[in-house]
């Protein structure tokens, strides 16, 4: 299969009829506009879709903040931030192998790819109810050791429910995005915005902070429920059977791809939340915490729009019959739109951030300075994970994991430069140095090795 099939066909007539060949099928205003507008769907559902999830996690963060204090909004956030580490962790690599083979089969082989899928959800599967039955075992030994706070212990029991269910969802948005179910994917966040924000209203007025705690194992099912049924409408639109055991390469699939990706997104994943723990235990340790995740909504802001952009490209970078050049042209655009749209919004939030900061309650004008920087390194992993796509393109994703070695050491020496006060302003830092880190490494590993095909069929 070819990019153009066409024009390489028209390679065989007379040269004088290839021009009017290519401008027939492929430069003809007719075509033009309709690549503009699939690319103009997929980028307006994918703002809504992204919209809609960071809505989510702002509007969540805000009433818990107003609603329980500064003390009791640090214990949520370590308790919720532990949830989503865990989540990730059994997710990781899963969501982006099935973006890639989805994308890379779906019009090539689709029995492969069906046990290919089939393998993947039940690695998630797998993973998220282990990673579940560990943090409900284990919630009394990491409350007291590591949290130092033992009556944290209920709460990691409780949101250790919605662990399998954000593992499955990590599993699903790559299935959706592989198959630019981009408006699915925007149905199903949107209707989770509408029923978690209900549901952790009515459990704060009624609850409190046990009611907020609740509410993370409540909104983790909804978005697991609402995934769900668009990724089942899209096997049957495209005829995919996972009952069937078809043939896939299980080196191909795990060794290759999925365990490499796995193993950085436990990596970083592992390194965010014992910073996030060191913080907590220093000096003010839950205060500076509250006041770091504060700041690092503001830094969500700013990173939603380049994750659109790597969403609405993300199939075709993955496509293996894409040229070098094709792919370089490609990818060097991403890079630099990604990064562009990054500092657009970033412009204004450095300006507007402690007004932004106040919808937070009292108090949070110390969250100003780490908002700042956390703004600053969201425009440095912008860039960054634009040029992830080469490591995938290029089968260097080993080589990927020991860029994430270098970007955990720097989070983690940021949090641990804190612990003596100054916690949230620390960690801020070590982002920032992180994604540096990170962004010339791989502007390296792109630009200064010989590509390499692709992977097979």
């Known amino acids: 299969m070819t990019i153009f099939p066409d024009v390489q066909a028209s390679a065989e007539l007379p040269l004088h009829r290839r021009p009017k060949a290519i401008w027939t099928t492929y430069l003809n205003p007719s075509f033009l506009a309709s690549r503009r507008a699939h690319l103009s769907a997929g980028a307006l559902w994918s703002v809504i879709a992204t919209i809609a999830a960071q809505a989510t996690v702002v509007l969540t963060n805000i009433m818990v903040a107003r ?11 370590v308790v919720q931030n532990t949830a989503t580490t865990v989540g990730n962790l059994g997710a990781a690599g899963i969501g982006i192998s099935a973006t890639r083979f989805v994308a890379g089969l779906r019009s090539r082989n689709i029995d492969k790819l069906s046990a290919i899928l089939r393998l993947l959800m039940q690695a998630c599967t797998a993973t998220g109810a282990l990673f579940t039955i560990a943090l409900a ?34 599993f699903q948005q790559g299935v959706l995005l592989g198959f630019q179910a981009f408006r ?54 495209e005829g995919l059977d ?29 390194a965010a939340w014992i910073s996030n723990a060191t913080v907590a235990k220093g ?9 770091f995740s504060a700041a690092f909504t503001l830094r969500q802001v700013v990173a939603f729009l380049p994750a659109i952009v790597g969403r609405v490209v993300s199939p075709r970078l993955y496509d293996p019959d894409l040229s070098n050049e094709q792919f370089q042209r490609s990818l060097l655009t991403t890079a630099a739109v990604s990064g562009f749209v990054a500092a657009l919004v970033a412009a204004p939030l450095l300006v507007i951030a402690p007004w932004i900061l106040t919808f937070f309650g009292n108090g949070y004008d110390h969250a100003v300075a780490p908002a700042r920087l956390l703004i600053a390194s969201a425009i440095l992993e912008a860039v960054a994970n634009s040029l992830y796509f080469a490591m995938v393109r290029n089968s260097r994703l080993w080589t990927y994991l020991a860029v994430i070695c270098g970007w955990s050491t720097c989070v983690i020496a940021g949090a641990f430069a804190g612990r003596n006060g100054n ?25 200064c090795r010989r590509s390499r095909r692709p992977y097979a069929e």
């Open 184 to 237: 699915e994917l925007a149905v199903a966040n949107f209707l989770h915005l509408i029923v978690s924000l209900t549901i952790v209203a009515l459990l704060l007025h009624f609850g409190g902070l046990t009611g907020a705690i609740i509410g993370v194992a409540g909104y983790s099912v909804s978005l697991w429920a609402w995934q769900r049924r668009a990724v089942l409408g899209k096997y049957r639109e």
């Open 283 to 291: 000096v003010d340790g839950f205060k500076q915490f509250a006041f």
């Open 67 to 77: 609603s329980v204090g500064h003390y009791a909004f640090g214990e949520y956030c």
């Open 423 to 447: 916690g949230a302003l620390a960690m801020a830092g070590g982002y920032v140095g992180a994604w540096l880190v990170a962004c010339i490494a791989l502007l390296c590993l792109t630009f």
């Open 137 to 170: 075992a284990l919630a009394p030994q990491l409350a007291a050791a590591v949290f130092g706070e033992p009556s944290l212990a209920w709460m990691l029991r409780v949101v250790a429910v919605s662990i399998i269910f954000l593992t499955l969802g990590g």
């Open 242 to 270: 996972l009952t069937h055991s078809g043939s896939a390469e299980w080196s191909d699939v795990f060794i290759g791809c999925a365990i490499p990706s796995a193993l950085a997104g436990i990596l970083a994943q592992i």
